[in-house]
């Protein structure tokens, strides 16, 4: 048979009607400017690894062969083992979360895959869920592949306005929305943490009008002043709870979990054996090692220290360098500030800045509906202080420049 040629009409009409309606990364999109080596990166949210141990990693990732043996290269069971979900229940307890039974526990490829999971299991086409306006782009990204309609929250200085949810729910009635998702604790992409006086009102209201709740929490552990806030899961054993190792060891690793009912765990392990029948067990095994047998506590503290510093840096380079009628959150841990400079479109500047040399995440990808343009998202946990001010530099060089 004669090699035949490429013939693009085939694929013409061929895709699912959902590919329509998912949406790309804003993160990902730049990630191949951000490699280039005369730009600043300030739109990955990627944690700092270059300070880890790597000798007391190598020991681990040899421990995890040596001492398991080839269970390690194994299959493993499509919850994950309960050694590593006992795991993911140690390190809850410094979020406040001290009586899970590793039994609900799910571990997961990151909280990402966590995400697409949730969504997979209560989203139909047409329903409504709501989040925190603006919110993580990630899950926009998730969610949107089961074509939802997104009810976005508006947020203040205390995160999301719950009595805005409320309104919403009246006028909707009980049982009319799938489910609220949240990041309570130094919100993606703002920076800004969910009151608890708003926490214990949104678990009132979720019991009220038959609403679950997905708390999210990746960042819980990245606290650089103020005093912690019990999880809502803390004091709701409905609420669904999310929780991964990426930013408290590696990333790479893709190691999150799912705290969850019974009803749910049962529905999310049928479609996660649909999905990748099971996680990486050589993976599993070393976060097992790492937080058994390391000091990886005394490593996260040094992590938040310098986190807390490149914090300190950037809103200093803010209050020096952007225009007097800028605002921008004051975030007590996390990754992110959320910028706002009326009178800028920042989708339209962002080719200004990457001429400048530096990359952010446009506001208008953290919003579902067009909202956010003057708003812009920056991250603070990769680069250093210095380059973190020049970036800020740049960028306010930028916007003069937009102008």
Request: proline residues 6%.
């Amino acid at each position: 048979m004669e090699a035949l040629t490429y013939t693009p009409e085939m694929w013409s009409g061929m895709f699912a009607d959902r590919m329509s309606t998912m949406r790309k990364s804003a993160v990902r999109d730049l990630f191949e400017a951000a490699a280039r080596p005369d730009i600043i990166s300030l739109s990955g949210g990627m944690p700092e690894i270059s300070s880890m141990p790597l000798d007391v990693v190598a020991r681990v990732a040899s421990d995890s062969v040596l001492k398991e043996g080839v269970a390690a290269l194994q299959y493993g069971t499509t919850p994950g083992r309960i050694e590593c979900r006992r795991v993911a229940c140690d390190i809850m307890v410094g979020d406040g979360l001290s009586d899970i039974d590793p039994e609900n526990v799910m571990l997961t490829s990151g909280a990402q895959q966590a995400l697409d999971l949730l969504g997979r299991v209560f989203i139909n086409p047409g329903d409504v869920i709501f989040c925190e306006g603006p919110t993580y782009l990630g899950a926009l990204q998730a969610f949107s592949a089961y074509q939802p309609e997104f009810h976005c929250i508006e947020m203040d200085g205390d995160g999301m306005r719950v009595d805005l949810l409320e309104e919403e729910l009246r006028k909707l009635g009980r049982g009319k929305a799938k489910f609220v998702y949240c990041i309570p604790n130094f919100q993606n992409p703002t920076g800004v943490t969910l009151s608890d006086e708003r926490r214990h009102r949104l678990v009132e209201l979720s019991h009220e009008y038959g609403l679950p709740i997905i708390e999210d929490n990746p960042y819980g552990r990245l606290r650089y002043t103020g005093d912690p806030i019990a999880p809502m899961r803390s004091y709701d054993p409905n609420v669904i709870y999310l929780g991964t190792v990426s930013k408290i060891f590696a990333p790479g690793m893709r190691i999150g979990w799912i705290v969850m009912p019974p009803e749910v765990f049962a529905k999310v392990n049928h479609a996660k054996q649909g999905g990748d029948l099971c996680g990486s067990t050589i993976n599993q095994v070393m976060v097992e090692h790492y937080f058994h047998d390391t000091e990886w506590e005394s490593v996260l503290a040094t992590l938040v220290k310098k986190y807390a510093e490149r914090r300190d840096a950037m809103l200093t380079a803010l209050e020096d360098f952007f225009p007097k009628e800028a605002t921008f959150t004051r975030p007590d841990g996390g990754f992110f500030i959320w910028a706002t400079i009326p009178g800028i479109d920042t989708k339209k500047m962002l080719d200004v800045a990457l001429a400048h040399g530096v990359t952010f995440v446009p506001g208008v990808g953290c919003y579902p509906d067009g909202r956010g343009g003057e708003s812009m998202r920056i991250a603070f946990c990769y680069e250093s202080p210095e380059n973190l001010r020049e970036a800020i530099r740049r960028l306010a060089d930028a916007i003069q420049e937009q102008r």
